[in-house]
């Protein structure tokens, strides 16, 4: 319907392309998810078929979108980085940002029986989602290594939280007791009531999960000669790290890579 009279209205669409020469970054959350938890009877401090589930749907995620660099997860949340280059979608932040979350959700949905194969989807997830633009990889370390910490000090919030609550007490009660405690108190709480190393506790729980590409070579076939034929292969694995240090950075410097 070019050129008619009615085309005026396209005039109050919005631009909202994204500045060129910045990394973008799509953070999800779950929205009302505590009810979402409860309903669907997660187990507490954390199901590992839930997080396991989100982790899922983020390898999806980034072997869809492929200017996806990493990703980094916890609890309800994921945070997807796309490549500073990235000219998806012309950058612009609407359709980024919508088509993340719609697909986010989507999978979350289809891959739901393949972690709860006994329990039915009882109501519909629902995400909602920001996008946050970064001019330097240091920024976006340092976005990364906030996460990262966040994700520390709630789960051990929360553990401490539940294990309490699981011995009888209130959840009044146990947030009362835990009021202005410091880290070495949850620890000194969890180890000397209940036998728990936190240190020891599984990595999903305490760093989060990393979703990003690896690379590895396989033999295609022999040559004539007899000398094996070989190629980059590449797949999206999960990880869990310690992305606050320099250690996993510097194994993967292709992840980050700045012009």
């Keep these: ?31 009302h998810f505590h009810g979402f938890s409860d309903t669907h009877e997660f187990d507490k401090p954390n199901d590992e078929n839930a997080l396991n589930l989100m982790n899922s749907c983020a390898v999806s995620m980034a072997e869809h979108f492929t200017d996806i660099v990493f990703a980094y997860g916890v609890s309800d949340e994921y945070s997807f980085i796309w490549s500073e280059r ?19 959700t989507s999978m979350y949905v289809i891959k739901w029986k393949d972690f709860f194969p006994q329990k039915d989807l009882k109501k519909p997830p629902c995400f909602d989602g920001r996008i946050v633009l970064y001019p330097r990889v240091k920024m976006v370390r340092d976005y990364l290594c906030w996460r ?9 919030y929360n553990t401490c939280c539940w294990m309490l609550i699981k011995s009888g007490k209130s959840e009044k009660e146990a947030q009362e007791l835990l009021k202005g405690t410091l880290a070495k108190d949850k620890n000194e709480l969890l180890f000397q009531q209940f036998g728990i190393n936190y240190n020891e506790l599984p990595d999903i729980f305490r760093k989060g999960s990393c979703v990003y590409k690896d690379y590895a070579e396989e033999m295609v076939k022999v040559d004539a000669c007899g000398n094996p034929v070989k190629r980059r292969r ?14 996993f950075w510097d194994e993967h410097p292709y992840i980050l890579k700045e012009d």
């Design 148 to 156: 990262q910490v966040d994700c520390h000090i709630n789960n051990q």
């Design 86 to 104: 990235s000219q998806s979608y012309g950058r612009r932040a609407s359709k980024i940002l919508s088509l993340c979350v719609s697909y986010f």
């Design 234 to 247: 590449e797949r999206v694995v999960v990880g869990h790290f310690d992305i606050i240090g320099d250690g």
């Design 1 to 31: 319907m070019a050129n008619s009279k009615y085309e005026y209205v396209k005039k109050f669409e919005m631009e909202d392309k994204l500045p060129p020469c910045n990394w973008i970054i799509v953070r999800i959350d779950g929205w």
